[in-house]
């Protein structure tokens, strides 16, 4: 009988025990969830709002390894007026209104706001002329291919890929 209540005793401890790990686990979870979630609806956000995608940039030129949706979120509730910091849930100090206004300044003198597939997308060789080059190194001449592919380089060296988490 003694036996009998100390298995018990171990399965009802063992039964809670799992309770509170899957708990924990859908916990985790929905935090998880909730996240990617922010991540996904800045990036809109971002792709879609030039002032709130120099805004993020502002924010990347302060502080570089931030991530929109994860150490700071912007909003952008009213067309009539600029977008905000809503959320900044890093432990670097929130920038202020004149860190944000300089850095912005900063990188518009530096052209950093353009986009960069937009710089190099206008300077490429034409797909017509890709393809035909394509098309003759796979028929074994590869000079073609070869100076498309060095063009290309140039205009990536000269058109560096930007950071992506401003929707670049």
């Given at each position: ?53 120099s ?30 910091i ?25 052209g950093l706001?353009e ?15 890709q ?13 073609e ?24």
């Amino acid at each position: 009988m003694i036996i009998e209540d100390w298995i018990l005793a171990t399965l009802i401890v063992l039964f809670i025990l799992a309770c509170g790990w899957l708990y924990v686990i859908w916990q985790n979870t929905q935090r998880s969830e909730h996240q990617i979630r922010q991540v996904v609806s800045q990036q809109t956000l971002i792709g879609s709002d030039v002032s709130a995608r120099s805004l993020c940039h502002a924010v990347h030129y302060l502080y570089p390894s931030m991530h929109a949706g994860v150490d700071f979120v912007i909003k952008h509730d009213d067309p009539g007026q600029p977008p905000y910091i809503a959320e900044w849930n890093s432990t670097s100090s929130k920038p202020s209104e004149q860190q944000l206004r300089r850095a912005l300044a900063k990188i518009s003198e530096h052209g950093l706001l353009e986009n960069y597939a937009i710089r190099r997308q206008a300077e490429y060789p034409s797909i017509g002329d890709q393809l035909d080059a394509a098309f003759k190194a796979r028929h074994g001449d590869k000079t073609e291919q070869m100076e498309q592919d060095k063009k290309i380089q140039e205009i990536k060296d000269k058109y560096p890929k930007t950071s992506g988490e401003c929707g670049d």
